[in-house]
């Protein structure tokens, strides 16, 4: 379920819901950039992640001072890096685009469902920007999703909730390009080491969930 403008004041702003997982996602354009990136007079896209307190049951400590646990730096880390598979910097200009994402409900994969709302937040942002006059060129050159998948008692299983995440012998992520190319997979086995056709099975389930991700992604996107 997607639900798009909930965040008036940002360019772009989705809810995401896969399952019980509900992650809100906003994406800003800021005409600055990180010092590093300034001589090449290209722009960039970083991602921050967090986890509301009463995401999860018992209630999470608040991360004070804006600091991010290891867990939370390294899904904002993925986050950004799948985004960035899809971005020509050069057209973005001196802009910086700011994608957050915060988890309201954590039912498992919320790491995925953040690049999927991530994404569309990010696509409507770079609508609102061209018609503010911000950006001349579309930067995106394509689109992105992601799903995780898993082995539960022996079966590969697609979008693990809390529940079957907790039991999997093997837990993967999965991201993919509209084109069918990877970008990102992280996977280990947790219970029990997985062999080269499970590998192919997980990936092979992982391809037609984040094909179905993308038509629901194309069809929110047409609707505006």
């Known amino acids: 379920r997607i639900r798009r403008g909930i965040v008036e004041s940002a360019a772009g702003s989705v809810l995401m819901e896969m399952g019980r997982t509900r992650v809100l996602c906003t ?6 950039l990180p ?9 960039w896209l970083t991602a921050e992640y967090s986890m509301l307190p009463a995401s999860t049951s018992p209630r999470r400590p608040r991360n004070r001072l804006s600091h991010t646990d290891g867990r ?15 971005v020509d910097f050069r057209r973005l ?6 994608v957050d994402c915060d988890v309201l409900q954590a039912d498992g994969g919320t790491r995925t469902a953040a690049i999927n709302g991530g994404y569309l937040a ?9 018609r503010q006059g911000w950006i001349e060129d579309d930067p995106l050159t394509g689109a992105v999703g ?7 008692q022996g079966k590969v299983v697609l979008d693990l909730d809390y529940d079957l995440d907790s039991r999997a012998a093997v837990d993967m992520n999965v991201a993919m390009t509209d084109q069918d190319r990877f970008v990102e997979i992280q996977g280990c086995a947790e219970g029990q080491a997985f062999t080269d056709a499970q590998l192919a099975k997980m990936l092979r389930l992982a391809r037609r969930g984040i094909r179905q991700i993308l038509q629901e992604q194309r069809r929110c996107l047409r609707a505006e």
């Open 122 to 130: 990010l696509a409507q942002a770079v609508r609102f920007a061209r």
């Open 93 to 98: 200009g001196c802009h910086t685009v700011y």
């Open 27 to 32: 994406a800003s354009f800021v005409k600055e």
């Open 146 to 152: 992601a799903v995780s998948v898993g082995i539960v």
């Open 35 to 43: 010092r590093w990136r300034e001589k090449e007079q290209l722009g």
């Open 72 to 86: 939370g730096t390294e899904i904002q880390r993925m986050i950004g890096r799948v985004l960035r598979s899809v």
